[in-house]
C-alpha cells in the first residue's frame, strides 16, 4: 500500500513517515521543505508542494491507498486568523472525491470540534487565549471531513510531547470518555499508522492520551 502523508517535514508528520516506512508501507511525502526530510529509503518518495494547491496535491494522490493530514502551524501563527486547516482539507476533499479516493485520516487535537465541550473550566480560559484561533479552524476542518462522504477518522490527541513511542496510551472513542491528557508525538504517530489498515475508527474521532 502506498501512504501520502500531507504536512511530513517535521513534528508527528515526520515521525507517521518514519514508523510507516518501518511498517512496510511506500510513503510519499508532501510537505513544503519536503527536501529537508533527512530520512533515506527505497519506499519513500519526497514531494516539495503546498496542500493549499491543488495541482500539488492532485499529483501527490495519484496511485496514492490512503491519505494522512498532519499539518500544523508554527506559535507565530497562533497571534493572527489561521485558515490552512480548513483550507487545505477543502483542496484534500475535492482531490480525493475528483481520484475517487476514499481514506483519510486527519490530525486535529483534543478541544477541536464536539471535544471542546470536554475541556474542563480551569484548562477553558488558557486555552482559547493560546490556541483558539487554530482549534477554531481545526473544528471548521472537522466539519468539513464529517460532510466529506470519505472513510474519514478523525484523531484528537492530547498535550503533546516529545517522549519515546510507548504504544501505552488510551483510544477514548466514546464522548463520555474525552479528557486532556499528555501523549507523545510518537505514540501519535504509531496510531496514525495503524489507521492504514485498521478500518475500527473509521466515521470515529477518538481522543489519544497516556
Known amino acids: 500500500m502506498r501512504v501520502l502523508v500531507i504536512g511530513a517535514s517535521k513534528g508527528i508528520g515526520l515521525e ?18 519536503a527536501n529537508s526530510i ?3 529509503d527505497s519506499r519513500l518518495e519526497k514531494i ?8 500539488d496535491v492532485a499529483a501527490a494522490l495519484i496511485g496514492v491507498d490512503v491519505v494522512i493530514m498532519t499539518l500544523g502551524v508554527g506559535l507565530a501563527d497562533l497571534l493572527r486568523p489561521v485558515h490552512l486547516f480548513s483550507e487545505a482539507t477543502r483542496v484534500v476533499i475535492a482531490v480525493m472525491k475528483a481520484q475517487c479516493l476514499k481514506r483519510l485520516v486527519c490530525l486535529t487535537g483534543f478541544g477541536a470540534g464536539e ?6 473550566c480551569l484548562q477553558r480560559l488558557p486555552f482559547e487565549m493560546v490556541f483558539g484561533r487554530a482549534y477554531a479552524d481545526k473544528s ?20 503533546l510531547t516529545s517522549g519515546s513511542r510507548s504504544g501505552r496510551y ?9 479528557r486532556n491528557g499528555i501523549i507523545s508525538r510518537a505514540d501519535v504517530a ?3 499508522v495503524r489507521q492504514v489498515e ?13
Open 16 to 33: 507517521t513517515v518514519r514508523q510507516a516506512l518501518e511498517a512496510g508501507y511506500s510513503v510519499r511525502a508532501l510537505a513544503r521543505s
Open 38 to 40: 533527512e530520512l533515506t
Open 48 to 55: 516539495q508542494g503546498d496542500a493549499l494547491n491543488a495541482q
Open 115 to 120: 471535544s471542546k465541550a470536554s475541556i474542563s
Open 140 to 159: 471548521v476542518q472537522e466539519s468539513l471531513i464529517l460532510q466529506s462522504g470519505l472513510d474519514w477518522t478523525i484523531v484528537r490527541p492530547g498535550v
Open 170 to 178: 488510551k483510544v477514548l472513542a466514546d464522548a463520555s470518555q474525552w
Open 190 to 192: 504509531e496510531f496514525l
Open 198 to 210: 485498521d478500518v475500527s475508527y473509521i466515521h470515529k474521532a477518538p481522543v489519544l492520551v497516556r
